[in-house]
């Protein structure tokens, strides 16, 4: 499967069937943990109308996005329209053997957040 990734734009993901999405991130490399907010893409029924109708329905009262902390090695999802803190994960690089290649590991913790 081929995926042009000229002019590439992160609508373009809702846009994308599950197989394409699984393409391009088996494909994709990883960089450094993000520092700080990122807004994020809510991606529902990808490749459907119905995806497209329905993200912006999950994003308004639910999910805002999430703040990476690198220094901690924790992210935070920010939930509801006033973007509260919850749901921390721990976040790390490792390498997948099998793939050989980096990767971000998000592995759910419940203790503190470490805001």
């Known amino acids: ?11 373009n993901l809702s ?11 088996r494909r994709s490399s990883v960089g450094a943990i993000p520092v700080g907010e990122a807004k994020g893409t809510t991606i529902v029924a990808p490749g459907t109308p119905f995806g497209s109708l329905i993200a912006p ?13 690198p220094a901690r090695r924790n992210v935070l999802n920010r939930i509801s329209p006033f973007r509260f803190k ?21 592995s759910l913790s419940t203790g503190d957040q470490n805001r």
């Open 86 to 106: 919850a749901i921390q994960a721990k976040v790390n690089l490792r390498i997948a053997h099998r793939a050989r290649k980096r990767l971000l590991d998000f």
């Open 57 to 69: 329905l999950i994003r308004l009262p639910f999910w805002q996005g999430k703040v990476f902390n």
């Open 1 to 11: 499967m081929t995926i042009n990734t000229e002019n590439f734009r992160v609508r």
């Open 15 to 25: 846009e994308m069937s599950q197989a394409e999405l699984d393409v391009l991130y």
